[in-house]
């Protein structure tokens, strides 16, 4: 019986991004499905903006070949896309992302977010958490 790929880790606040382009995290997450290659992607943290009311785009992504560093533009197929509000520059407010992603079998894939405001604000993550579970 075919072992389903798993992947687990832990990113604590990769450098944030200004401006109303989207730009890549760099959070370099992998995994390389060998059964199904029905992927659940689970990303989660917190986010903050020095904007007040502004909204905050935030975008899964994976690829594959080479993972895109902290601040490159975006690239990669997007898996889900979430528009936050912001109500206050002072506060983080918690986020979860979480999709079923048809990937091939054998390939190895990068998991990594885009992030962008509605302003020129600088936008922050914080405690980013990935998980990847292929499912049976």
């Not at 059964?35 to 690829?63: F, H, P, R």
Request: zero cysteines; proline letters at 4%.
């Amino acid at each position: 019986t075919p072992v389903n790929a798993s992947y687990q880790s832990g990113v604590t606040a990769p450098s944030g991004m200004t401006g109303s382009a989207a730009l890549m995290m760099g959070l370099a997450g992998a995994i390389t499905p060998s059964n199904t290659g029905n992927v659940l992607i689970m990303v989660t943290g917190e986010y903050g903006s020095d904007d007040v009311a502004s909204v905050t785009t935030l975008i899964l992504k994976t690829g594959t070949g080479t993972a895109p560093i902290n601040g490159a533009g975006t690239t990669g197929t997007s898996q889900l896309t979430k528009g936050l509000m912001f109500p206050s520059g002072a506060n983080r407010n918690p986020f979860s992302m979480v999709v079923i992603a048809s990937l091939i079998v054998g390939n190895t894939y990068w998991i990594d977010m885009a992030i962008k405001n509605t302003t020129n604000g600088a936008v922050n993550l914080y405690s980013v958490s990935i998980s990847a579970i292929e499912q049976s």
